[in-house]
């Protein structure tokens, strides 16, 4: 099988039509629009890693269901060491774009997932879903598209259940089914890379109750599909977006978020894996995060990886040496080896589901988002410290004014302190800022989820008891302590 090369995935993104919106205006063509080609461009590296020996083991994988060479994002992860390749992977998009690359990942984790809740609900319900998705997930493979992964609803007010709240459509809902599909209403928001992607894979945003079955949805459509509206978030660093291409203000590469506006819009049966079957949802939301909040930590770690080496650069162009650093630098090093490491460990502990595919323990794989939403932050205040006030205080100049030709070279001049030019000095600065204060931080904080989530997973699957027990034979306490009633 050929695999898709970076100008055919191009050329399948400008096959798509126009239906994403930004700043009011309708973006004809994600792929050279200025508030999405640097996305494109992110997403576009992963297909040139597939087609380099160095990297194409960790790109490309033999697929479980065809047996044919394919992207390694298209494929099921049926063993710890599918998984832990997927941590690995995305590790190294971080380093090879200093961004986000959330349709290389979220879509991929969605489908893994369903394949096994698909694979439930038939046994135990008679459904025909499992078969649908391997015959999509066939021709994904075939294709080699990216897919975006849509979790998060609007959700409206936070107190009341999808069936309570006064708008209905404040999660995404199945409004109407005929014999040839459903017809659903809703919004999903801050989506990771529609832009880049070709497909949208949707999951239910939550564990439902019988009352909120009409919200038990899962489905995959086009990007393009009539009926879906995609609105890109404000990102900070867009005030730069059109800046010249050659600028150093804003990488080449970059994120975005998206609203997908779903109004009446209707999915073909052949395409939809989930209608209503509610008891099933709470499964959908524990084996996605498992997953997704063990590798995430590959994510920070990746970008910690570059951010140790942008410390590194501007603290030589400073006139310093590595060593006047050495204590900083390594607790950055720990930071972003204990979130691989942890995930890592979480996916090696798991198990494999009866329908084939992988789970990360959840226990350690909540534990890793905890430090997920804690650790980076450190690394990133490190490497603030050591890049000086250029990086971190917003004085520096922009790329045009250092190239400007009256007053360029004056500031050119002043910009130069230790080894290399002004410019050089100026670009690590940004890269810096960029990493630590602008649109390059990942989502360490609600990314995958919040914080405050992950530690209710870790309390309710920690065996505090059987700790408790431990402790009293080892002090020869027989005694039953117990909590006090309120």
Partial sequence: MNLRTR???????????????????????????????????????????????????????????????????????????????????KRQMYRLTGTCTGALCVGWNAFNVMWAVTAEMDDQTGTGYHERLKQWLLTTEKKGLLVAGALTDAKGNRTLNPSKQPDPDSSVRVVDQNEEGIVVRGAKVMIAGVAAAQEVFVLPGSAYREEDRDWALSFVIPRDNPGLTVIEARRPGDGREYEDEESFDTLKTGITQAYLLFEDLFVPWERVFMCREYAYTKKVIEYFTANYRACIGACVAGQGDVMAGAAIILARANGLGTRTFSDKLVQMAVNNETTFGLGVGAISVGERHPSGVWFADPLLAHTNKVQVATLPYETKRLCQEIGGGIAETG????????????????????????????????????????????????????????????????????????????????????????????
């Fill in 395 to 486: 004085c520096l100049p922009s790329y045009r004014d250092i190239k400007n030709t009256v007053y360029g070279p004056l500031l050119e001049k002043y910009l130069t302190a230790g080894q290399g030019t002004g410019e050089t000095r100026a670009r690590a600065a940004r890269l810096i800022e960029w990493l630590t204060l602008g649109a390059g931080v990942p989502g360490c904080m609600h990314g995958g989820g919040s914080p405050d989530g992950a530690k209710l997973v870790v309390s309710a699957r920690t065996h505090w008891e059987e700790n408790v027990a431990y402790a009293a034979k080892l002090a020869g306490i027989e005694e039953d302590l117990i909590d006090p009633k309120k």
């Fill in 7 to 89: 100008p055919e995935y191009i050329e399948a993104l400008r096959a798509l039509k126009p239906n994403i919106y930004k700043f009011g205006q309708l973006i004809t063509d994600v792929t050279v629009h200025p508030a999405t080609r640097r996305v494109v461009e992110s997403h576009a590296r992963a297909f040139d890693a597939a087609a380099a020996p160095v990297l194409e083991d960790l790109f490309t994988t033999v697929s479980s269901l065809s047996g044919e060479r394919i992207l390694r994002f298209n494929s099921l992860m049926t063993c710890a060491g599918d998984l832990i390749y997927n941590a690995r992977l």
